[in-house]
């Protein structure tokens, strides 16, 4: 069974400082692009955004990018259920940007690295940097994020589940123990 370890409002606390540190260490807005990794990440780059243009006045641009065919398990001999792709939507030319990806949770890092293979086929940015809400540990690759909300560590026998508002109709992030 779930249970909460950090709530709705800590959780907007932490995206707040995560908007902040990026605003300072970018030295303000310019040439930034947001990039979700589907699901919960594009939400959480959305609030970043909003969050930036709030304290900024300026919009910064945000897509989303599905990795499910970079995806480094997908040929694995056990894996037998062919993946349901989602659309990816960059509308907005990433060459020579500053490109924050952005996900709920970080962990072996496998996610990130496909990311990064998807991002890369759209372009080429300037830099890229990473926005996790939560760090857990456990890097299977030498991945680590730029900016985080919350360091939880965890053992390998339990789960992260970050809730977001508009996708599970409430916020928070608990931890399970996987049987």
Do not use: C, W
């Not at 995806?71 to 960059?90: C, G, K, S, W």
């Not at 996900?103 to 759209?122: K, S």
């Amino acid at each position: 069974m779930a249970h909460e370890i950090v709530d709705g409002s800590s959780m907007q606390r932490a995206l707040t400082r995560i908007t902040y540190e990026i605003i300072e260490q970018n030295k303000g807005v310019d040439n930034l692009v947001f990039v979700g990794i589907k699901t919960r990440g594009v939400y959480l780059a959305q609030r970043l955004a909003k969050r930036m243009e709030q304290l900024e006045g300026v919009k910064v641009p945000v897509g989303s990018l599905d990795i499910t065919l970079y995806r480094d398990d997908r040929h694995q001999p056990d894996h037998h259920v062919e993946p349901t792709v989602n659309a990816t939507d960059v509308d907005v030319d990433i060459n020579d940007k500053h490109v924050i990806l952005v996900d709920d949770v970080l962990y072996t890092g496998r996610t990130v690295r496909a990311a990064l293979d998807a991002l890369m086929d759209l372009g080429r940015p300037k830099r890229i940097s990473l926005a996790v809400l939560v760090d857990r540990g456990h890097r299977e690759l030498p991945i680590r994020p730029d900016f985080v909300g919350k360091n939880i560590p965890t053992s390998n026998s339990e789960t992260v589940h970050v809730a977001v508002e508009e996708y599970d109709g409430h916020e928070d992030i608990s931890l399970e123990n996987r049987k």
